[in-house]
Nanobody
Framework: QVQLVESGGGSVQPGGSLRLSCTAS????????MGWYRQSPGKERELVAT???????NYAISVKGRFTISRDYAENTVLLQMNSLNPEDTGVYYC????????????????WGKGTLVTVSS
């Protein structure tokens, strides 16, 4: 069983920065992608950024140039550096890992963290 533990959320003023961290415990298969999703008030959960085991990165258009995702592959940790935050970035941020035993095909095992709240307000 995989468990994800997030940290780093909090309250910040517009223009400020926060860094989120998530560490996965348990068996992480070699082929995987880790990342962050968020759910803002009144909206559905959406992708923020992901980084695969092969190094592929994907950002939501709304965060490109402001957020940076990185990983410590040895520690199964994914970080999200968030700069120039604005009120639209407010929400619960969820860590996610998707993985598979197969060498090709879709990721068929998906795990979520419990979420960490980010509030951007003046």
């Amino acid at each position: 069983q995989v468990q994800l533990v997030e940290s780093g959320g909090g309250s910040v003023q517009p223009g400020g920065s926060l860094r989120l961290s998530c560490t996965a415990s348990g068996s992480i298969f070699r082929r995987n992608v880790m990342g962050w999703y968020r759910q803002s008030p009144g909206k559905e959960r959406e992708l923020v950024a992901t980084l695969s085991s092969s190094g592929s990165i994907n950002y939501a258009i709304s965060v490109k140039g402001r957020f940076t995702i990185s990983r410590d592959y040895a520690e199964n940790t994914v970080l999200l550096q968030m700069n120039s935050l604005n009120p639209e970035d407010t929400g619960v941020y969820y860590c996610n890992v998707a993985m598979t035993r197969r060498t090709v095909g879709p990721y068929d095992m998906i795990y979520w963290g419990k979420g960490t709240l980010v509030t951007v307000s003046s």
